[in-house]
Structures are given as structure tokens and as C-alpha cells.
């Protein structure tokens, strides 16, 4: 078989796999591969081996690397893929009046992405892909001094979003845009749709209640001009001048009344992380973002129903440019039961040290929830189920880890780990014994493990977990899983005294409690959601999967390999 016709069928199983939570099926992927290459329908009887092979290969591989391998490899395929799970969204408004959708997410890098900015970016990049259009990226970095960017988040939230399989077609960065939106700032000031207000904050608000104009309002465009100059060449302090956008001064929300367009801001007390001092004149959250939804070409804008003020004062920047807005679409909150997703809540405990990182497990953080085993898979499922419904959603783990659990069990390797270990000294055993238990149960063809019994004076000493001592009182019988049965003799100076119980088979109605051998073993730390950790054994293959594997230790739960040293390997807890 020629090296092509390999690649072609490798690719179609790991395709076939990744979007089938890891599993191939071997008929399938002949169907797809026959799809793509019509010329090898007169061989697909004598291809069937191969492919057999082939899936046997991908089927025992994790999800992760199958994952990795066809982003790596095959990424248009990939993304390729999307659109057909998509499909169970519904309908954007007024999508037919647009030759091409095109959708954003807009983070500011002051923080990672968590489980409620995911929405928006799950969703919108899956409508961008379910209506084959694009999906952009744009970093809203525009605020040096309150929400100020930090340079590390620009990265991770482009890691986030890659992980959650939303690749876009185009990054833009506000910080490099500034030009643009003086062009643009200029533009209303001659039109007399802006104003430079001089006011100071508490004589302004007086008047916008009293829905008033301020004596700056009326000024000419010649003197709204010089004023404009006078901010951009620092003729202004920090808080002297602001750039406001006309609106209805009856408007019945006083926030829209005049909204303020840009402001000053003292750079050399706050720099911009990546453009420095350079520009003095910022524009403020609704100034850049409308401009850029505009000028970007944005035909959907998919984000939270906080927004809606905003649009109430984008609508009339849009006004005065004779703009078309964009087609909004304003989702309810999303809370996660016994998690507080509040993003400035969240800096405030990572500053005051509370948490070890952005991917503390106690965070719901995208980063966080990596690292414990998620299958980004999960959260676009999550997200799916959610939708862009405008009502309020409270989710709880449960539901989240349900979904998880679906996805990541039929590739997660079974283990046995002993946490907080009890020695037991069992008698009966003359010789060495090997056992092989599988690797997953439901999947043979994943392999098996060995776990070695050794034996020494018709003896052997194995590890038992902590958690089961009350089950372990003198004279119980137990089962050691995939074992035999034993019965208890009691405590000895900490240690367990056992017989082997001969002719005990499976089935009996006995508890049944996992162990590893005393000496073959692997010392093991588990990282809790709590932050907490439990530590303990688990048998010697665990030292063959690599770090970022998800594995299930029996009778404890899902766990993912977080780093693997001479003295141990450490695992964070995903959910049982
Ligand atoms: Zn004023």
C-alpha cells in the first residue's frame, strides 16, 4: 500500500475519531475516505484490513493527542467539521441579508477567558462556521488605566480559544487602531455630533440629570476642533477634558445622555503595555468597539444582555454616520452554581494571592478547567445547550461534569490508586502472581496493565486505600479487584493482616476494593477541585501515559496527568 493511501486513511480515522469522542468506526472512515479519494473505490475491499488497523491504532489513542494530531495536521478539515454539530443552533436574525456573516468575540486581555466569556466565543464562532462565514478576534485594549491589559493575557486568551476549537480568520488589536478612531472622532466634531466637554464630573452630572447641555455643547466646530488638538497634544491633565457623542439629552436612561467618546489618560503614570506613552487620548468602551463592529464589517454581534445600554449609545454614534448597526443578539447571564464568574472578583483574589495561578482549580477559568481534564468538547456542548437564549441560565457541575463525562470516558485509561494507603499483609500467596486487568473495559483493544504480586513467604504485601478501613474491620470478607477474595485478621501496628480466601469468585455480593502491589507502585498526589490534595499509590503504568492524559483511577474518579517527576506524579481531579 502506497505511503498516500496510508496518510489518507490515517487522516480519515483520526477525523472520524475526534469528532466521535475518540472512537473510529472502521466503516465510516472507508465511506469518508472513498468521499475524498473516489479513485480508490475498486480497492476498498482489499483497503479493509488497513483501515481495521488503522482504527484499532487511533481507537487506543487519547482523545488529546488525536486532538493535537489533527489540528497539527489537518486544521481546514477540522474546522471544516464544525458546522454540521452546529446546526443545532438556531437560526440567526436577518441572516439572509447578508452575503457573508461575519461574527467577533471581544476580549479584553486584563484576564484569561472563563466559562462565561466562553459563550460568546463559542457561539460565535459556531455561527460564523455554521453560515461559513468569519469569525474574528479582536483584543478591546483601550482602557490603560482601570481595565488595563497585561501583556501574558493576549496570549493566553489566544491558547483559550484555541483549545476551544474556535481558530479565527482575522486578530485585530484596538491599541493599534487609534488612528483610526481619531479619523473618525474628527469626523463627528465637524459635524457637530461631539463635543470636547470641560466640565468637571460633578457639575456634568447636575446637568445630565436635570437632562441639561453643558455650556461646551454648543460651542463651534472651529473651537470643538482646537479643543480636539488640545487633548491629542497634551494640552489637557488627566480628567480635564472629555470627548462626548451627542445624543437625546431626554434620553430616559441618564447613561446614554452624552455618552463620553474619549478621555485623557496620564500614560506616563500608566503606559500602555504594548504601546507605551504613545497616545494620550483613549477611547472609551463604546467609541472603539462600535467603530470597530462597523468598520470590520460585523453583520452579528452575539454577547451578554449587560450590553444593551451599550448598543442604546452605539445606536446613536451609528446615527450620526449613517451607518447600518449590526444584528445584535443579546443573551441572558450564565452562572455556574458555587462559582463566582465575576472577572474583576477573580483578579482582585488571583492579586491578593488567594489563588496558586489563573488555572487555581477552585477558578473557572478556561485555563483551570484544562488542566483538570475538561474536554473543550464539554464546553461547546454546554454552550450549545445554553444557546443565545435572553434568559438568565443557572448551570450546575453536575450538569457540566455530566457532559464531560460522556466525552472523556471512552478514552480515559483505567488505574488503580490507593489514596492515604493502608499496608496489608496477605498470606496465602506462594508464588509471584501477575494480573491484567484492561486498560478500559468497554474497549479490549486498548490492551491491558500489569500489576505484579510478589510473593515471599507464602506472603504479599499490597496497598489498600485509606477510605475503605471501616470495611477492612477484623473478619471481613473482601474482594481485591480482578483478585481474589480475602478476609481480614485485624490491625498490627498500622498494617492489615489478610488470608487469601481460595475458590472465591466474582459476583459474590462483597465489597470489591482496588489495590496496587506494595512495592510496583507509583507515589501519586491528586490535586482536588478545593485545592486540597490527597496523596497516595497507584500502580506502576501510570509512569506510561504521558503528561495532559486523562485517566480514570477506579473507584475515585477522572484525573488529568499534570507533571510527572522522579518522586511523583501529580494529577488534578476533574470529577468521579
Ligand atoms: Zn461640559
Redesign the pocket.
Known amino acids: 500500500m502506497s505511503a498516500s493511501v496510508d496518510e489518507a486513511i490515517r487522516k480519515a480515522a483520526v477525523l472520524n475519531a475526534v469528532r466521535h469522542n475518540g472512537k473510529a468506526d472502521a466503516g465510516a472512515v472507508l465511506g469518508n475516505l472513498l468521499g475524498e479519494n473516489p479513485s480508490l473505490k475498486p480497492k476498498a475491499r482489499e483497503l479493509m484490513p488497513t483501515i481495521q488497523r488503522t482504527v484499532n491504532q487511533v481507537n487506543a489513542t487519547t482523545l488529546t493527542q488525536l486532538n493535537q494530531e489533527a489540528s497539527e495536521k489537518w486544521p481546514a478539515d477540522l474546522t471544516r467539521e464544525k458546522p454540521e454539530e452546529a446546526r443545532k443552533l438556531p437560526p440567526l436574525p436577518n441572516a439572509a441579508n447578508y452575503q457573508t456573516i461575519v461574527t467577533r468575540v471581544a476580549p479584553n486581555p486584563d484576564f484569561v477567558l472563563h466559562l462565561g466569556n466562553a459563550r460568546a466565543a463559542i457561539l460565535s464562532h459556531d455561527y460564523a462556521r455554521m453560515y461559513k462565514g468569519k469569525f474574528i478576534v479582536r483584543f478591546e485594549d483601550t482602557d490603560p488605566r482601570l481595565k488595563k491589559a497585561q501583556l501574558q493575557y493576549y496570549d493566553f486568551i489566544r491558547e483559550d480559544l484555541k483549545w476551544l476549537g474556535c481558530e479565527w480568520d482575522a486578530e485585530y488589536i484596538q491599541s493599534d487602531r487609534l488612528p483610526i478612531y481619531y479619523e473618525i472622532a474628527e469626523t463627528l466634531l465637524r459635524m457637530n455630533a461631539a463635543y470636547i ?3 468637571k464630573p460633578e ?2 452630572k447636575a446637568l445630565v440629570t436635570a437632562k441639561k447641555a ?4 454648543e460651542l463651534g466646530v472651529s473651537t470643538q476642533i482646537q479643543r480636539w488638538q488640545k487633548m491629542l497634544n497634551g494640552g489637557y491633565n488627566e480628567g480635564e477634558a472629555v470627548y462626548r457623542v451627542k445624543t437625546e439629552l431626554s434620553h430616559p436612561n441618564p447613561a446614554v445622555r452624552d455618552w463620553p467618546g474619549f478621555r485623557i489618560v496620564d500614560v506616563n503614570k500608566n503606559p500602555h503595555p504594548r504601546v507605551g506613552s504613545r497616545f494620550r487620548v483613549w477611547p472609551l468602551y463604546n467609541m472603539a468597539s462600535g467603530i470597530d463592529d462597523h468598520e470590520l464589517g460585523i453583520t452579528h454581534v452575539l454577547r451578554g444582555k449587560e450590553h444593551l445600554t451599550n448598543m442604546a449609545r452605539q445606536l446613536f454614534l451609528y446615527r450620526h454616520l449613517g451607518w447600518k448597526y449590526p444584528d445584535a443578539v443579546h443573551f441572558g447571564r450564565l452562572k455556574v452554581e458555587g462559582m463566582n464568574l465575576s472577572k474583576s472578583r477573580m483578579m482582585k483574589a488571583l492579586e491578593a494571592g488567594e489563588y496558586t495561578g489563573i488555572d487555581d482549580p477552585r477558578l473557572g477559568t478556561l485555563a483551570a478547567l484544562r488542566r483538570r481534564g475538561y474536554s473543550p468538547q464539554a464546553i461547546r456542548q454546554l454552550m450549545w445547550e445554553v444557546g443565545p437564549k435572553p434568559v438568565d441560565v443557572t448551570i450546575s457541575w453536575d450538569n457540566i461534569n455530566a457532559i464531560n463525562r460522556k466525552l472523556i470516558d471512552p478514552t480515559s485509561h483505567r488505574y488503580y490508586f490507593v489514596p492515604d494507603p493502608i499496608t496489608a499483609d496477605i498470606s496465602g500467596v506462594e508464588t509471584n502472581m501477575e494480573v491484567h486487568p484492561a486498560l478500559h473495559p468497554q474497549y479490549p483493544e486498548m490492551g491491558t496493565r500489569t500489576l505484579t504480586l510478589r510473593a515471599q513467604n507464602g506472603a504479599t504485601k499490597l496497598l489498600l486505600s485509606g477510605s475503605d478501613r471501616t470495611t477492612l474491620a477484623t473478619g471481613a470478607t473482601v474482594r481485591l479487584m480482578g483478585l481474589f477474595n480475602i478476609q481480614t485478621l485485624g490491625f498490627r501496628d498500622g498494617e492489615l493482616s489478610a488470608k487469601r480466601l481460595d475458590e472465591s469468585g466474582e459476583g459474590e455480593n462483597v465489597p470489591i476494593l482496588q489495590w496496587v502491589p506494595a512495592g510496583d507502585s507509583v507515589p501519586v498526589r491528586v490535586v482536588l477541585p478545593d485545592a486540597s490534595d490527597v496523596k497516595g499509590f497507584a500502580e506502576v503504568g501510570l509512569g506510561k501515559e504521558a503528561v495532559g492524559s486523562v485517566l480514570q483511577f477506579v473507584r475515585f474518579g477522572f484525573c488529568r496527568i499534570d507533571e510527572v517527576d522522579s518522586a511523583k506524579v501529580t494529577l488534578y481531579f476533574a470529577h468521579n
Do not use: M
Not at 453643558?214 to 455643547?217: I, L
Open positions: 466637554c470641560e466640565c457639575q456634568w453643558c455650556p461646551d455643547r
